[in-house]
């Protein structure tokens, strides 16, 4: 029986949900395989773990600014040896629980677990497989730290996949696989159906609206927004996912009760009926982490995209907008102007749409397990 280890880490984006994808497909289509995902943080070190989430938590959501500067000097310089650093004291922990499972195959979807691997790949601790699945559209230098003991690299895009041939990383290792989601975005649901579920009237337009999540995306723009879709488009049903934001919930709530939208605009703290959502939205307005931007694609939907967290979410807000997939309501601008700009042209919601047909990789999860269990 061949074993696999996934390593994630439970903050900062989707690498949980990665690696939840590649698990999955891996037990519905594979078999004599045993699979054990595992926090690679928090095995280290539960307090520490706490302590690095919160961390970004805060600086993410209440210092911005701050959290941009650290992003980027983790990129490069002192700050990324001390990152280093540290992932050679955490391997020697974690070598514990390598050499007790004798993985054949590591997968790693955050770049600490890349590194500790890679560290003990270098000393001869380990010599199985190991591979890395980048949950981004853009790369940052802690992903690449000892990529030579790294035998696998899964990417988003070409531009990727030519940034990293440059950095020295031999091209036969680079796959442009895409982000990994979950098969359920590749099923085909009855649009009546999932409207009726959720109320909504299928002969109308949806949308599909991420309004709260981890960290929220600003309650003053979020509000914003949800008024400026009730006021501007009559007809417009909206889906508004409130998440781990009570606030916002309340917020959204209040203002539907307020301007009598009931009846089409839905107020949800949360679901798991993303996939089916999606099948039956004609956009939908989120902010740019990999995984839910990744989803979009997947689903054919044009985005509309809201304070992205500085650093590896406005990279990835930058390269959606350049592929035409996606708009960007940045600070100071006028959010009624930019979303009535979706209408003014009919043909807009059409190309961008045709655009995430062709930057997609709806295989992603299935080419990924693929190479590793079938090459």
């Not at 723009?221 to 009559?234: D, G, P």
């Amino acid at each position: 029986m061949k074993k696999i280890l996934v390593f994630y880490s439970s903050y900062g984006g989707g690498h949980l949900s990665a690696a939840k994808s590649i698990e999955n497909h891996i037990k519905n289509n594979y078999s004599d395989i045993e699979i054990k995902l595992v926090d690679c943080i928090e095995y280290i070190n539960k307090h520490l773990n706490k302590l690095l989430a919160d961390s970004y938590n805060e600086a993410a959501k209440k210092i911005p600014f701050a959290w941009k500067t650290a992003y980027h000097l983790a990129n490069d310089g002192l700050t990324s040896k001390a990152v280093t650093t540290s992932n050679r004291l955490f391997s020697i922990k974690l070598n514990t629980l390598l050499q007790d499972f004798c993985p054949d195959l590591i997968i790693s979807t955050h770049p600490f677990g890349t590194q500790m691997c890679g560290v003990l790949k270098k000393r001869g601790k380990i010599n199985c497989k190991l591979a890395t699945i980048l949950t981004d559209f853009h790369i940052h230098g802690q992903w690449l730290v000892f990529h030579e003991y790294c035998d696998y690299f899964f990417v988003a895009n070409n531009q990727m996949k030519s940034d990293m041939i440059e950095y020295g990383i031999k091209e036969d290792k680079i796959y442009v696989s895409g982000i990994p989601v979950s098969d359920k975005f590749q099923q085909s649901y009855n649009r009546k159906e999932i409207a009726q579920e959720f109320n909504l009237n299928p002969d109308e337009q949806i949308v599909l609206f991420f309004a709260g999540g981890e960290f929220g995306l600003g309650n003053k723009t979020t509000v914003l927004v949800l008024k400026s879709l009730i006021r501007l488009f009559s007809k417009l049903q909206v889906v508004a996912i409130s998440g781990k934001n009570p606030k916002m919930k309340t917020k959204f709530e209040e203002l539907v009760k307020n301007t009598d939208s009931e009846e089409r605009i839905k107020v949800l703290e949360y679901t798991n009926k993303v996939p089916e959502l999606m099948s039956v939205s004609s956009f939908v307005i989120t902010k740019p982490g990999g995984l839910t931007s990744t989803e979009s694609l997947t689903s054919h939907l044009p985005m509309v995209l809201i304070n992205p967290i500085p650093g590896q979410e406005e990279e990835n807000a930058e390269f959606l907008v350049e592929k035409g997939v996606a708009i960007w309501i940045k600070k100071n601008d006028n959010v009624a102007r930019v979303l009535k700009s979706l209408y003014r042209d009919p043909h807009k919601l059409v190309l961008m749409k045709e655009n995430t047909i062709s930057l997609a990789k709806p295989n992603s999860t299935e080419t990924i397990c693929k190479v590793l269990l079938e090459e």
